[in-house]
């Protein structure tokens, strides 16, 4: 069955380092995917959509990258702030109406 | 712009209570709206897709008597959890697509306690 799996629950960095997260997804090829932010008690926040024909896309402080061999995409937040702080959902789109499957996410921590 | 508002945040309520949730795209038409669960510190579970005029398509252990799905407007999607029990209790939050666009944008969620 199709899988994802984000690197690690949590992530602590101090303010101004670079957040590198991870998603990791097998059984299947999305033909895109996107990251989403959320907040406690939120719902999720769009961010970024890459295709699979893409590597790289940038918005801001944010970068994602997609590389369809590995079957991997990261996500980094460059020059982090504690207002970063937040759970990261990666979503590879999956079923035939372009469902999106999510990760359980990564809960990033700024420090400053 | 693509605001999608859910309504209401919260519900607490007694067993066997039917509960209803509102998802309307504010600023945009969604042909198609998803609506999800999830519980603490798990992913988001797709419940079921929901296609404007037509019947909702359910994931597998779903069940489509439990909860009702309709979508009779290009910007409104409700859900309803008919006879609810405490085991219902979860976070249940809708998204919108945007006609011709891939993008999901979420509503804010609905907090449901059964008591």
């Known amino acids: 069955s199709q899988k994802i799996e984000q690197n690690s629950e949590a992530l602590n960095i101090q303010e101004g380092k670079t957040a590198t997260l991870t998603c990791n997804y097998t059984n299947y090829s999305p033909a895109y995917l996107q990251w989403y932010r959320q907040d406690p008690g939120r719902g999720p926040v769009f961010l970024l959509l890459?295709?699979?024909?893409?590597k790289e896309k940038r918005k801001e402080r944010l970068k994602v990258t997609f590389d369809t061999t590995l079957k991997q995409s990261l996500f980094h937040i460059t020059a982090s702030q504690p207002a970063d702080s937040a759970t990261y959902l990666c979503a590879p789109a999956g079923g035939s109406q372009g469902n999106l499957i999510f990760g359980k996410g990564t809960k990033l921590s700024v420090k400053p | 712009g693509a605001v999608v508002s859910q309504h209401p945040s919260r519900v607490i309520c007694k067993s066997g209570t039917s509960v209803k949730i509102e998802c309307r795209s504010l600023d945009f038409q969604a042909t198609t709206m998803f609506w999800y669960r999830q519980f603490p510190k798990q992913s988001l579970m797709l419940m079921a897709t929901?296609?404007?005029?037509?019947?909702?398509?359910?994931e597998q252990g779903v069940e489509k008597d439990k909860f009702l799905i309709n979508h009779a407007s290009l910007t409104l999607s409700t859900l309803t959890v008919t006879s609810a029990h405490p085991e219902d209790s979860s976070f249940y939050i809708c998204s919108a697509r945007d006609t011709g666009r891939i993008t999901q944008h979420f509503g804010d969620g609905t907090r449901l306690s059964i008591l």
């Open positions: 890459i295709r699979e024909n893409e």
């Open positions: 929901s296609n404007e005029g037509s019947k909702a398509t359910y």
